[in-house]
Nanobody
C-alpha cells in the first residue's frame, strides 16, 4: 500500500487549505482512511477518519467543526478540507489506510504512512 499526500502550504490564520491523499496498492473503496498530524516535538495525533463507504466520519475535538474529511472512491483519493486554520494546526499531515477492510474509522488500525505534507499557519 502506498499513499501520497499533497496540498500543504503556508496560510494565514483564518485561512483554508485542502489536502489530498492518493492511495494505491489496495482496493481503496474497501478501506477506512485517516488523517493524522505531527507538530515539531510532539507525537503524531489523529485528526479525522472516514469509513470505506464515506458515510461514517470521526474527528478529533481540536478540529471538529473546522475540518471535513471526504473521499472519492473512483479516484482512490481522500481529502481533508481545513477551514478557520489556527497557528496550532501547524504540522506535517499524513494519511493512512486501515489494516482491515470494511472497518470503522473509530476502531481502525491505521498503517502505511506517506511522506506527509507540511501545513504552516502564520498568526
Amino acid at each position: 500500500v502506498q499513499v501520497v499526500e499533497s496540498g500543504g502550504g503556508l496560510v494565514q490564520a483564518g485561512g483554508s487549505l485542502r489536502l489530498s491523499c492518493a492511495a494505491s496498492g489496495l482496493t481503496f473503496s474497501q478501506y477506512a482512511m485517516g488523517w493524522f498530524r505531527q507538530a515539531p516535538g510532539k507525537e503524531r495525533e489523529f485528526v479525522a477518519g472516514i469509513s470505506w463507504s464515506g458515510v461514517g466520519t470521526t474527528y478529533s475535538e481540536s478540529v471538529k467543526g473546522r475540518f471535513t474529511i471526504s473521499r472519492d472512491n473512483a479516484k482512490n483519493t481522500v481529502y481533508l478540507q481545513m477551514n478557520s486554520l489556527k497557528p496550532e494546526d501547524t504540522a506535517v499531515y499524513y494519511c493512512a489506510a486501515d489494516r482491515l477492510s470494511f472497518g470503522s474509522p473509530v476502531t481502525a488500525d491505521f498503517h502505511s504512512w506517506g511522506q506527509g505534507t507540511q501545513v504552516t499557519v502564520s498568526s
